[in-house]
């Protein structure tokens, strides 16, 4: 009897063990540039730069889009913005984003057959409270956090979401700035990873840190003030029935504030990191660290003064790299390799195929994403992507593909059907400044044919179909 239960038991141990805890931390318009690892030389990321230095990074990672709900579309369906369902910011007045419809298999549902639980902590963005997108609808077990993202631009709120329940912040009553939004959702992350810890999880934690408005709790602004000459400070809403309802509040201190707010993400890093070790579960935890978009210009933000987007062109918004191109990181100890460093080519879909990968689940046919499992662990051939896809549905209508080393940017399609393309090699010109298209006819011929066809119809984000697809 005792033998049949001791089996049993070691059994499931085993079991559990082949499920590694998947921790996916999603920085709000953190620059490649903003984390002193990668060239930041106004302020440190101690905590950020040890899982670069203790584990593996990714030179050539981009996000979903270039700005936040596709971005996110993109990570959590593992399909480019060509064919998720969302592929734009579309609001849902008074509160919420329009919504993943309940057919639309999000990444946190198929972790439900391999045990996980999973949690959403931070920001949304793809479904307003109640709708078929709300987080609770989409898979998720636990949520705490900003369900609409236009809400998400402020770091004293009015209310969260804990669960389906919105709770209301006294303490930000009227103009009041006593319960700092980040520390909150901070503290629930923590209790779920403790909660869970006997058994597989799956830990969405989506920080609304560094995005525009630029406040931060005395404690860390404190840091900062007088380290920097200030420009002119920022004027945003500080009265009124707008107030804290989208548009950003003032601030005198801007480049103090986004160092202080960046400082505190590092340290909220370094606390989860620590909480993994205190419980015991790091050598079976992944943990990685990435940002949703490139650096953004609102609020008061500079991140000329900070060379936020280091060596890459553009913003937020764009689709130079500068606004899709962002920092990722791959912490687990003692499975990947410390110090290590992937040039693999690799996008934000590329998650759901990784983590179904390592759930040992299904991995969805309709994924635009390849498995990085070959990369993280350094062993077996890497597949590679014959193409990364984005389309921009604002400015103009933007569109951007990148072939191995090639980079097909075209500005105002939906103006100009026939606007021609700027041709990047970004092996020799990582800043993509130096239009090489008329030298190389065949492959932007190439990469024409991939920009007309590598997107399916959608009725509600249209990106101008018809003459898109030069029908």
Known sequence: MFKHILAALLLGAAARAEKPNLIYILADDLGYGDLSCLGQEHF???HIDALKAKGM???????????????????????????????????????????????VVLLPEMLKDAGYVSGAFGKWGLGYPGSEGDPLKQGFDVFYGYNCQRLGHHYYPYHLWDQDQKVILEGNAGTAKGEYGPELIHARTLQFIEDNKDKPFFAYVASIIPHAELVAPSAYMQQFRGRFEEPKPFEGCDEGPELRLGRYQSQ???RAAFAAMITLLDDQVGEI?????????????????????????EGGADPAFFNSNGPFRGHKRDLFDGGVHVPMMAYWPGKIPAGSTSGHISAFWDMVPTFTELAGVPTPENTDGISMVPSLFGKGDQPEHKYLYWEFHEKGGRIAVRMGKWKGVRYNVL????????????????????????????TVEQIMAIMKNARTHSDIFTFGQKQFKGE
């Open 44 to 46: 440190k990321t101690p």
């Open 57 to 103: 990074f990714f030179e050539n990672h981009y996000s979903g889009s270039t700005v936040c709900a596709p971005s996110r579309s993109a990570l959590l369906t593992g399909q480019h913005t060509g064919h998720t369902f969302v592929r734009g910011n579309k609001e849902i007045m008074p509160e919420g984003q329009h919504p993943i419809p309940a057919e």
């Open 252 to 254: 005198a201190e801007p």
């Open 273 to 297: 990191v620590a909480l993994t070790e205190k419980l015991g579960i790091a050598d079976n935890t992944l943990i990685i660290f990435t940002s949703d978009n490139g650096a953004h210009q």
């Open 415 to 442: 103006k100009n059907p026939n606007e021609p393309m700027k041709l990047f090699d970004l092996s020799a010109d990582p800043g993509e400044q130096t239009n090489v298209a008329d030298g190389h006819p065949e």
